[in-house]
């Protein structure tokens, strides 16, 4: 059974920082790309990170370059996106995703589709 569960999220004030966690089983999870997406209440699903699978190449939206990290830990199945400087803008739930080997298109929402697994997702609140 395919399972990807996000934690980490939560409330924090503007300029803290979090680390959210994605944790996959039931698939070759060193096979996978992983990606991460946020949706704002009322705003379409956006790509905001990704790590692909083999050389580890990264990739970030414009709106979190430089505050934003992901790194695997293909020991233990999980993708972690360190989140500093947070932001009001930055509130949304979170979500992981699993692409087959090389990282969709981050900007593309066509591309979202390319992702065989989803997440349930995880809210983060950056308010003060």
């Known amino acids: 059974q395919v399972q990807l569960v996000e934690s980490g999220g939560g409330l924090v004030q503007p300029g803290n920082s979090l680390r959210l966690s994605c944790a996959a089983s039931?698939?070759?999870?060193?096979?996978?790309?992983i990606g991460w997406f946020r949706q704002a209440p009322g705003k379409e699903r956006e790509g905001v990170s990704c790590?692909?699978?083999?050389?580890?190449?990264?990739y970030y939206a414009d709106s979190v370059k430089g505050r934003f990290t992901i790194s695997r830990d293909n020991a233990k199945n999980t993708v972690y996106l360190q989140m500093n400087s947070l932001k009001p803008v930055d509130t949304a739930v979170y979500y992981c995703?699993?692409?087959?080997?090389?990282?969709?298109?981050?900007?593309?929402?066509?591309?979202?589709?390319?992702?065989?697994?989803w997440g349930q997702g995880t809210p983060v609140t950056v308010s003060s």
């Open positions: 995703a699993a692409a087959a080997v090389f990282c969709p298109v981050l900007e593309s929402r066509v591309a979202q589709r390319d992702y065989a697994y």
């Open positions: 039931g698939f070759t999870f060193d096979s996978y790309a």
């Open positions: 790590i692909s699978s083999t050389e580890g190449s990264t």
